[in-house]
């Protein structure tokens, strides 16, 4: 150990050099955050540590030794204010060799000091002349961290500040290739789902259209009739299915075009069912004549249902019925589509709201659609200030429940 006020002796520059080839010999920002306060007790006897780290304009808790309870994790505090942010403020440390006596003279400055502290020394962590976080520790004895521990630990804040630099901006450059890498893998994605689900209708229209161009003259009646159905359900499919590409790019426009008001769920249901049909599943309507309107934009409640119910007809056997649902909730009215369908398997159920997610392989599965359904249900529901979810059960049935606020 230095003696007071003097300079680092060699053996204290060697364990300097050791410890700091320690903490930068890792990526890993948790690791680095836990080796830096692992090191500084070997420099430093203290009581209790922490790492806060510079985010938005605020300090937010990155480690603690000892760890401290969760809910400590999740304070923010902003620079400028308390002591840790003022170090973080004004680049300078800080040390209060009597905290019980400085709370006595200056009420305020601390505002919550854990049990038994009453040493404090804290400094800010600096990179190219700017703070990117600040570390604090404490002891239980006055005047626990004199001159001489002061130059040994300011000596050593460099390392940690480039060691957590080092993992920041590796972290950062992580996400990046994760997110390209997602991106990437989302177009290929969609580029096979929309080739797959355009060509399965387009061969239908093709094929029947061909038979009627053929021999339309030769054919019966019911031939005819059943080819012009299958021709008409399959081009409403493509329709469906370039109705969700043109709204998925126009997402964004759509959203910021929302105008929100007094909506009647019934009327909008009633003609989302006449849109959607009827023809392969029985619908049933169950929504109280004296339901309050819902707060919302009615061309996206209808879009909503329409996509639910289209939903719901997909993933069930013909001829199962659906049942659409209302009540009020308090201050919201839930809407609820139920089907008798095959379910979603529990570990898939958070997946379903992702844009091109399919339950099913997109090759092999049996039934058709981009993916992009859930997805615009969800996106337009937060524009409105409701929200989605699903509960299912594998093999009998899957109930999508939208929640939008009551109109007052």
Request: with cysteine; hydrophobic share 45%; glycine share 8%.
């Amino acid at each position: 150990m230095a003696k007071r006020g003097s300079a680092l002796s060699l053996v204290d520059a060697q364990l300097l050099l050791e410890l700091g080839r320690d903490i930068t010999s890792t990526l890993d920002l948790h690791e680095v955050l836990d080796r830096s306060l692992a090191a500084l007790r070997r420099i430093v006897t203290f009581g209790g540590g922490a790492i806060q780290l510079v985010e938005e304009g605020h300090l937010l808790p990155a480690v603690t030794d000892p760890p401290a309870p969760a809910q400590h994790m999740s304070i923010r505090i902003p620079i400028g204010e308390g002591v840790s942010g003022t170090i973080a403020a004004t680049s300078k440390p800080r040390y209060i060799p009597d905290v019980p006596e400085l709370m006595r003279t200056e009420p305020g400055v601390f505002k919550a000091v854990s049990p038994g502290v009453v040493s404090y020394f804290g400094w800010p962590l600096i990179l190219l002349g700017q703070p990117i976080g600040v570390v604090q520790i404490d002891a239980p004895n006055v005047d626990a961290f004199p001159p001489e521990v002061q130059t040994q630990v300011l000596a050593f804040a460099p390392a940690i500040a480039a060691a957590v630099q080092n993992a920041l901006l590796f972290e950062k450059q992580r996400e990046v290739m994760e997110k390209d890498q997602t991106a990437d893998q989302l177009k290929r994605d969609f580029v096979s789902i929309v080739s797959h689900e355009l060509r399965t209708p387009l061969t239908t229209i093709l094929g029947f259209a061909s038979t009627l161009a053929d021999g339309a003259d030769r054919l019966a009646p019911e031939v005819l009739r059943e080819s012009a159905q299958r021709i008409f359900e399959s081009g409403k499919n493509l329709q469906l299915l370039i109705n969700d590409l043109l709204d998925l790019s126009e997402l964004e426009r759509r959203v910021s075009q929302i105008e929100l008001g007094p909506v009647d769920l019934d009327r909008v249901v009633s003609k989302a069912i006449f849109e959607v049909g009827e023809r392969t599943h029985p619908i049933k309507i169950d929504i109280p004549e004296d339901l309050a309107p819902v707060r919302a934009d009615e061309g996206r409640v209808f879009q909503i249902v329409q996509q639910l119910i289209s939903n719901a007809k997909r993933f069930s056997d013909e001829g199962s019925s659906i049942d659409v649902t209302a009540r009020s909730e308090g201050d919201q009215i839930a809407l609820r589509v139920d089907d008798r369908g095959r379910g979603i398997p529990p570990d898939m159920l958070p997946n379903v709201f992702d844009p091109f997610f399919q339950v099913e392989d997109a090759h092999t599965r049996a039934t058709g659609g981009l993916g992009i359904g859930l997805y615009l249900v969800r996106q337009l529901c937060e524009a409105m200030g409701a929200w989605v979810d699903v509960k299912s059960e594998v093999g009998k049935n899957s109930t999508f429940t939208v929640r939008f606020p009551a109109y007052a």
